[in-house]
Structures are given as structure tokens and as C-alpha cells.
């Protein structure tokens, strides 16, 4: 007699649906991703992978896992602080607590003391104003590029209005001197950056109708080259952080003082744009701008990420002059590119708070950084070897962060990946490199159990 084929007998979807785990799953998750799930255990059991008395198990353990979303959490073992592809910074638990909390209603723009509107984002304003006494005001929009985008777009030709030498209210400062409208951004050609995934900056400020003028060459430009530029049509004086790059060798750029003397001279508004975000200035990063410090240099306005080097959320930081801050807060594309409750609680809570994941990473006690390492290496096999962490993420660059890592086979580096919790570690010169720099301490066990299970998994491939 033949055996009656067991894929025969693999539970049916509507006896699955029905289970308790998956009818109490069903809110958090969707009809959607229940069926989704199920059908995928069924599918595998009938072609084999999955023994049939593991499909309901199986179906109950993905329902009780899967996240709500679908962005899994990861343990970044690359010793990059501010990876993009791994979401940037990591909130503080401070911060992550600020956005539980301003989840629900929240009186984002209420004064619940009278019962009258108030501004928006007050509290993350102030924190930011108390961490940075230059600036006299600020706003958060949504991420740096649109922090420029506003910042060249409202403040065009504005330069003498921003100083009070104006009393004309919005509009062209000067209108009576300029014929024109002022919609030359003048900018050095060492500065015209690619801040990643094939985005530019120069292409992101003309699709706002104004144009680029380059100055200077890719690696001189000087302070007469800037001169030489100016017309009636100039609109600003642009700065830009070369933050993912580092230009070496001959080179020479404008300083913001000088640029801030060629500004007032002729009416014009002077943007700094520092991407990285640094508050005030970080001994352990000599070379990387800070907002005090671009401040007082002249600069009206700066603009900074919130989720670079400041280690907040996802947002772009304008900080500058009373006036400045006033022109670019009420331009009509400020609206479009407002940032959300949550954003303005985590950023006011990380700025006030002491301390967050970026800046320990950035400031991580070496010793114990090894000795962590060592202790994985006891565990899991491999070898500690010196491994230089980054910044990362437009901040830096080049800038190597000594430390140290665990060298492990490549081949473990995708089942690292796709395991729980997902680790990702570094693949470099056909090694996996294993760096604790970005870890949680109180992740490394769980750093050892995924090394030990994505060995298991390789030696049953073999
Ligand atoms: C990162 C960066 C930007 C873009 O900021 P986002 O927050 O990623 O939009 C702009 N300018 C510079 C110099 C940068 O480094």
C-alpha cells in the first residue's frame, strides 16, 4: 500500500486563521500580512522544506514575532556611527520615551495652561537655543536638504533687511538698488557635494527656479573669486561643509569671516550649510565645523541634520539671526516641509539630555571596547584585530576611529544579516569584521548567540 502523502494533511487556511495566536495577532498586523505569513509556511511545506507538523507551530511563532512594521531592528556591527542605510542615529532612551509619549494627542500647539494656540515646536527650540547661545533663533523642518532648499529660497537677496538697515518687511530687501531678482546662489566649486543615493545639492537648489553660480576651482577657491561673482542678480553667499569628502593637497577656500565681510559690504545673506551637526566643537573631531563656532563666525543662518553627529531624529536645523529665522519660518514652503510631533519630541529630548548612542560611540573607552571584543572572541572563536571605525553619514570623512574588531570568515556576514536579531557586520578585504563600537553593551551576548547560530547555519550548508 502507498503511503498517503503527507503534504495532504497540511493545515488549511481557514483552520489557521482561526487559532487563537493568529485571531489575537490579526490588529497589530492586517489581514494582509496573516494570510501572507500562512500562505509562505504553507508553501514551504508542500514543497518539502517544512515538515507539516510545523506549519501551525511555525504560523504561530511568525504572527507572535512580526513587527508591526516591517523595518526590522538591527545590531550594527560596523563600527560606523551614523550609518544611512542603518537609519542614521539610534535614539537616546530619553528620546525614544519622548516619542512614546507624544504618540497620542499632545499640545504641540496649545497652551493648555489658557487654552489658546501656541507655537509649534517651543520646547525643542528653546533646548536648542540653550545649546547654542549664538543663535539668537532656529527652526526644525524636516531633514537638511530642506533646510537649504528654505533657507537659499527665502532668504534671496535679503542681506540688508536681515541687518535692520531695512524696514521693508518680506519681499526684496533692496528692490529700490536691484533692477533684477536676486537669484544667484554664489558657491565655490570644491563645495558642490553629492550627499548621497545620487543626490546632489546644486540640482536641489535650481529646482527651485534659482541659479548656481560656481565660483573658484574644484580645490582653491578664494575670497576674490566670490568678489568677482557678484552682480545685482546674486542672491546669497553659499557655504557648504564638504561632509562626506575631504579635499587634500593644494588647496584653499574662503573662510566665513572673510565671506561675512564680502556680505555686509554688499547687502547679501551668507548661509552656512554644515550637514553634520556638530552643537559645539568636539575635541575628538578637530576638523568637523560646529554650529557655535559657524555662528560667530557671521553666518545668518546654519544649517545642521538632526540625525548626523547630534544623534537625534531624522530633521534639518536652521539657526541664525532673529531675522533670518523670522524670513524663513514664514515662507509659505516652510509649511510644506514642517516637521511632525514626534520629531520635535525626540530632538528636544536629545538635545537636552545628556549624552546619546552617537556621542558614545563617537567617545567609546577603547580598553573596554577590547576587552568586549576579547570576550566574543572566547565565546565564538576568531581573532581581535585593530579595526578603525567612522563616522559615517556625512560627517568626518576620513577621520578613522581606532579600535577594534572580531575577524571572522565572510561567509558568516549573510546569515549575520538574516538572522534574529539581525547583525550587520562589516565585509572588507574578504573578512568579516565584527565591531562593537556601535553595539550596545548589553547586546553582546545576543551578538554571540547570532555568531553562534549563523555558524550553525553555514555548517549545515556545508
Ligand atoms: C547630509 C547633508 C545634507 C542633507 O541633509 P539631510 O538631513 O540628509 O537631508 C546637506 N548638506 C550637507 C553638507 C550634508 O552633509
Given at each position: 500500500m502507498v503511503e498517503p502523502d503527507p503534504r495532504r494533511s497540511i493545515p488549511r487556511t481557514d483552520h489557521l486563521l482561526a487559532l487563537p495566536e493568529v485571531e489575537a495577532a490579526r490588529d497589530r498586523l492586517g489581514e494582509a500580512v496573516i494570510r501572507a505569513v500562512i500562505a509562505d509556511a504553507q508553501s514551504r511545506?508542500?514543497?518539502?522544506?517544512?515538515?507539516?507538523?510545523?506549519?501551525?507551530?511555525?504560523?504561530?511563532?511568525?504572527?507572535?514575532?512580526?513587527?508591526?512594521?516591517?523595518l526590522t531592528p538591527v545590531l550594527n556591527a560596523t563600527g560606523i556611527i551614523v550609518h544611512t542605510n542603518l537609519g542614521r542615529a539610534p535614539l537616546s532612551p530619553a528620546a525614544q520615551q519622548a516619542i512614546a509619549d507624544a504618540a497620542g494627542y499632545v499640545d504641540v500647539e496649545l497652551d493648555l495652561e489658557?487654552?489658546?494656540?501656541?507655537?509649534?515646536?517651543?520646547?525643542?527650540?528653546q533646548a536648542l537655543l540653550r545649546a547654542c547661545p549664538a543663535a539668537e533663533d532656529a527652526l526644525i523642518v524636516n531633514n537638511g536638504a530642506a533646510a537649504l532648499l528654505l533657507a537659499v529660497t527665502a532668504l534671496r537677496g535679503s542681506g540688508s533687511a536681515l541687518r535692520g538697515?531695512?524696514?521693508?518687511?518680506?519681499?526684496?530687501?533692496?528692490?529700490?538698488?536691484?533692477?533684477?531678482?536676486?537669484?544667484?546662489?554664489?558657491?565655490?566649486?570644491?563645495?558642490?557635494?553629492?550627499?548621497?543615493?545620487?543626490?546632489?545639492?546644486?540640482?536641489?537648489?535650481?529646482?527651485?527656479?534659482?541659479?548656481?553660480?560656481?565660483?573658484?576651482?574644484?580645490?582653491?577657491?578664494?575670497?576674490?573669486?566670490?568678489?568677482?561673482?557678484l552682480t545685482p542678480a546674486t542672491a546669497s553667499l553659499l557655504k557648504v561643509h564638504t561632509s562626506n569628502f575631504r579635499l587634500t593637497g593644494f588647496t584653499a577656500e574662503a573662510t566665513l569671516p572673510q565671506l561675512r565681510?564680502?556680505?555686509?559690504?554688499?547687502?547679501?545673506?551668507?548661509?552656512?550649510?554644515?550637514?553634520?551637526?556638530?552643537?559645539?566643537?568636539?575635541?575628538?573631531?578637530?576638523?568637523e565645523p560646529d554650529i557655535d563656532t559657524a555662528l560667530r563666525a557671521g553666518a545668518d543662518v546654519v544649517i545642521v541634520s538632526g540625525d548626523k553627529?547630534?544623534?537625534?531624529?531624522?530633521?534639518?536645523?536652521?539657526?541664525?539671526?532673529?531675522?533670518?529665522?523670522?524670513?524663513?519660518?514664514?515662507?509659505?514652503?516652510?509649511?510644506?516641509?514642517?516637521?511632525?510631533?514626534?520629531?520635535?519630541?525626540?530632538?528636544?529630548?536629545t538635545i537636552a539630555g545628556r549624552g546619546n548612542p552617537v556621542h558614545d560611540a563617537l567617545h567609546i573607552d577603547l580598553d573596554r571596547l577590547r576587552e568586549?571584543?576579547?570576550?566574543?572572541?572566547?565565546?565564538?572563536?576568531?581573532?581581535?584585530?585593530?579595526?578603525?571605525?567612522?563616522?559615517?553619514?556625512?560627517?568626518?570623512?576620513?577621520?578613522?576611529?581606532?579600535?577594534?574588531?572580531?575577524?571572522?570568515p565572510e561567509a558568516l556576514a549573510a546569515p549575520l544579516r538574516a538572522g534574529d536579531p539581525a547583525v550587520v557586520a562589516r565585509v572588507h578585504q574578504g573578512v568579516c569584521l565584527?565591531?562593537?563600537?556601535?553595539?550596545?553593551?548589553?547586546?553582546?551576548?545576543?551578538?554571540?548567540?547570532?555568531?553562534?547560530?549563523?555558524?550553525d547555519c553555514l555548517g549545515e550548508g556545508a
Open positions: 511545506a508542500r514543497s518539502g522544506e517544512l515538515p507539516v507538523a510545523e506549519v501551525t507551530p511555525t504560523v504561530i511563532a511568525a504572527v507572535n514575532d512580526h513587527g508591526a512594521s516591517s489658557s487654552g489658546k494656540r501656541s507655537k509649534r515646536g517651543v520646547g525643542a527650540k538697515s531695512d524696514s521693508s518687511e518680506q519681499g526684496n530687501g533692496t528692490a529700490a538698488a536691484r533692477p533684477v531678482t536676486p537669484d544667484e546662489i554664489i558657491v565655490s566649486r570644491g563645495e558642490l557635494v553629492e550627499i548621497g543615493a545620487g543626490f546632489r545639492l546644486p540640482d536641489l537648489m535650481v529646482t527651485t527656479g534659482m541659479r548656481l553660480r560656481e565660483v573658484g576651482t574644484t580645490n582653491r577657491t578664494h575670497l576674490a573669486d566670490y568678489a568677482a561673482a565681510t564680502l556680505a555686509d559690504d554688499h547687502d547679501l545673506p551668507l548661509i552656512a550649510d554644515l550637514g553634520s551637526g556638530l552643537l559645539t566643537a568636539d575635541p575628538a573631531l578637530p576638523d553627529l547630534l544623534g537625534g531624529p531624522q530633521a534639518g536645523i536652521l539657526l541664525g539671526s532673529t531675522a533670518a529665522i523670522e524670513r524663513i519660518a514664514t515662507h509659505p514652503l516652510a509649511r510644506a516641509v514642517r516637521t511632525d510631533k514626534l520629531t520635535l519630541a525626540a530632538l528636544e529630548a568586549r571584543t576579547e570576550t566574543l572572541a572566547e565565546t565564538v572563536g576568531g581573532s581581535v584585530v585593530a579595526h578603525d571605525g567612522r563616522v559615517g553619514g556625512g560627517g568626518a570623512p576620513g577621520v578613522p576611529l581606532p579600535g577594534w574588531a572580531l575577524e571572522m565584527i565591531d562593537l563600537r556601535c553595539v550596545p553593551e548589553a547586546a553582546d551576548d545576543a551578538v554571540a548567540a547570532a555568531i553562534r547560530t549563523a555558524s
